[in-house]
């Protein structure tokens, strides 16, 4: 009899210790599951965790945020749900693949832009990596998701600005250009109607096959580079007449106008304006 309650003692003893471990350990699960949220909810980046099926797992709060979904809204829905078509079916035959042949090279670590959708259907530009979390049981892959709106209106902006300086710099009577003022000289910059004085196509200057300071007449070449040299010793703007040389072997009169902006490593880059004498503005412009 006391034996057996000896051993009763000791399996409720083992149990008890058994529970308090499995207590612990799930304690310190929820605190450290607690702390790994607290760290993601600081992410700027959206970070969405789902399983290999595609249900969503955890849900931070820059997230929340980006697609108006609060956590326990999306909990255990499908991540689909956060894309248009056609990547919502994409995205769904990605993961039937996997299941079928577990190739994750496709995806896994590779930056891509897509397209979300929010809660109330609009849709914005987004870039997409995903990483999987190899030693987690079941697998789950976590994505980090930024929102490119931002970014796509500036490139937008950017480029319309583009545009407008390009057509203002194109719808000028002369040609625009720029180059480094010390040897060798290169073309930074020129606008496409250096072929219609010249001969030449934009690209050979740009490309740096022909330079800008070889079409100069050479009887007008030293004075030219004089006038630019004190312009850059004065700080001022300058106006010179010369010739230049197409590549057909003719002359054509020309009115430089220039500034010299010379950069605080000592280098120096020439901007200036080519017009013809024979036109309206360059008579009017050419000094007396």
């Known amino acids: 009899m006391l034996g057996g309650v000896v051993t009763l003692a000791l399996l409720l003893g083992a149990l008890l210790w058994r529970w308090r471990r499995q ?25 969405v965790t789902i399983t290999q099926d595609g249900l969503v797992r955890s849900f931070n709060k820059s997230a929340e945020k980006m697609f108006q979904w609060t956590e326990d809204d999306i909990l255990g829905r499908n991540v689909n749900m956060l894309m248009p078509e056609p990547f919502k079916s994409a995205h769904d035959i990605y993961l039937s693949r996997y299941k079928l042949d577990g190739n994750d090279k496709r995806v896994i670590s590779k930056t891509r832009e897509l397209t979300g959708v929010r809660k109330d259907g609009s849709e914005f530009p987004m870039s997409l990596t995903v990483q999987k979390v190899r030693r987690a049981d079941p697998l789950l892959f976590v ?35 720029s180059a ?41 070449l030293s004075a030219v580079v004089q006038c630019r040299q004190q312009a850059r010793q004065d700080a001022l703007e300058y106006a010179i007449p010369l010739r230049l040389r197409t590549c057909q072997d003719q002359q054509v009169s020309v009115l430089e106008l220039g500034r010299v902006a010379t950069h605080t490593d000592g280098s120096a880059r020439l901007q200036a304006l080519w017009l013809r004498l024979d036109t309206p503005a360059g008579r009017r412009l050419r000094p007396t």
């Not at 010390?182 to 010249?198: I, K």
């Not at 934009?202 to 007449?217: G, I």
């Open 23 to 47: 207590a612990k350990d799930c304690q310190e699960a929820l605190e450290t599951s607690a702390q790994q949220k607290a760290i993601l909810d600081t992410s700027d980046d959206a970070i």
């Open 180 to 220: 480094t003022l010390d040897q060798p000289a290169l073309t930074l910059f020129v606008t496409d109607n250096v072929a219609e004085l010249t001969g030449y196509p934009p690209e050979h200057f740009r490309d740096q096959h022909v330079s800008l300071n070889e079409l100069v007449h050479p009887d007008d």
């Open 143 to 177: 994505g980090f998701i930024q929102d490119l709106t931002e970014a796509r209106d500036q490139r937008n902006h950017l480029a319309h600005t583009k545009r407008q300086y390009n057509s203002l710099l194109h719808g000028m009577p002369g040609v625009v250009w």
